[in-house]
């Protein structure tokens, strides 16, 4: 079951393909297909990969998981309930 996902979650990312590193972070910023995350918690061994992005990534929501679960993006803006148009 997947659940959306808000600013100021703490949410966990896998090591893939398309992302270099494992690591615990918090959402920083919502995008319509990734979020922009600050990395709180990593591996000893990639301490200067972390240093070189600044301690943020951004990473798209396939690749997310909060309490283990997977995210779905969240709904844009102008289709969310008490939205202003």
């Known amino acids: 079951m997947s659940q959306e996902i808000v600013v100021g979650d703490k949410v966990s ?43 943020k990534t951004v990473v798209n929501y396939k690749h997310i998981k909060k309490g283990g679960k997977a995210v779905i993006p969240p709904a844009p803006e102008e289709k969310r309930p008490g939205a202003r148009h």
């Open 13 to 55: 990312v896998r090591k893939t393909k398309d992302v270099p590193l494992s690591f615990k972070g918090t959402v920083e910023k919502l995008y319509a297909n990734a979020a922009m995350l600050t990395i709180d918690s990593f591996s000893p061994e990639d301490a200067s990969m972390v240093e070189d992005m600044k301690n």
